[in-house]
């Protein structure tokens, strides 16, 4: 479980207009909240990374015992004067309702369908994304108030050179329907997407022309963005460890007066 400590020097902000000030309290407090949201999407998305998997031939011996199993008990409720050939006719028209049967239990046992079970890295890397997006959005929000301190704008800066792909990415996960059709946006222009080579450990496309969305590579989460790059965010420690220093840099920059606080509590 990652939990990152923020500390206020003090208790409210001082030497500001009192518009300005509500407007930094409210966005500082909504700063701490994205990061408490990356922090839960990190160690969801590391907790599915590392659980372990089943292997498909287990699974599939195990879903043909629990068949059998159910198959055994609607046959123990047939007539005891059927002949084989007449309960094996039986059990054929019950087929259906027996594979149902077994799925419905492998699924209350908490076994989810394998469809369901590979989107969950996805979400919540996409979730951690999208906090770090939120992140870079209040920040460029807070610099256009004025008496931030200059400060906060570098801050910023940094945060999005070190994460360049970010907003590109976030972008692609939101319009999937637009990558689908294979069309972007611009600088407000509407673009159609011509896919760049992709060359890693995973992929290998040097004549371009693949699209990929919600790509996981190892932590990284990926896709194809509107330039027809394709662009990365890596979901760990290390990009957790950026958006807390760069939030507490930014809070530093102020002046306070009061206690000091710590959150969370």
């Keep these: 479980m990652y939990i990152v400590e923020l500390i206020y020097p003090g208790a409210s902000l001082q030497g500001l207009e009192d518009d300005a000030e509500d407007q930094i309290t409210t966005l500082l407090y909504q700063l701490e ?48 004067n059927l002949s084989e050939v007449e309960k094996w006719r039986a059990l054929a028209g019950m087929s259906d309702q027996i594979e149902l049967e077994a799925k419905y239990q492998k699924w209350v046992s908490g076994r989810l369908p394998s469809q369901y079970r590979s989107r969950l890295r996805i979400l919540h890397a996409r979730s951690f994304v999208y906090a770090l997006d939120l992140i870079d959005k209040l920040l460029r929000l807070l610099v256009k108030i004025p008496g931030v301190p200059a400060g906060v704008a570098g801050h910023r800066a940094r945060f999005i050179e070190a ?27 509407d673009v159609e997407i011509s896919s760049l080579p992709i060359m890693n450990e995973a992929i290998s496309a040097p004549a371009g022309k693949l699209l990929m969305v919600d790509a996981i590579i190892g932590n990284r989460y990926g896709s194809t963005t509107a330039s027809g790059e394709y662009g990365e965010v890596e979901v760990s420690q290390q990009t957790l460890g950026l958006a807390h220093e760069t939030i507490q840099a930014v809070i530093n920059e102020f002046r306070w007066v009061g206690p000091p606080r710590r959150t969370p509590l």
């Excluded at 939101?174 to 069309?183: G, S, T």
């Design 163 to 189: 994460i360049p792909h970010l907003r590109a990415v976030r972008d692609s996960a939101v319009h999937v329907e637009d990558r689908a059709r294979r069309k972007g946006r611009i600088k407000g222009r």
């Design 33 to 80: 909240t994205s990061l408490v949201d990356a922090s839960l999407a990190l160690t969801l998305f590391e907790g599915e990374q590392n659980r372990p998997r089943v292997s498909i031939r287990k699974e599939v011996e195990e879903d043909a015992a629990r068949e059998r199993r159910i198959r055994a008990s609607y046959e123990q409720q047939l007539p005891s």
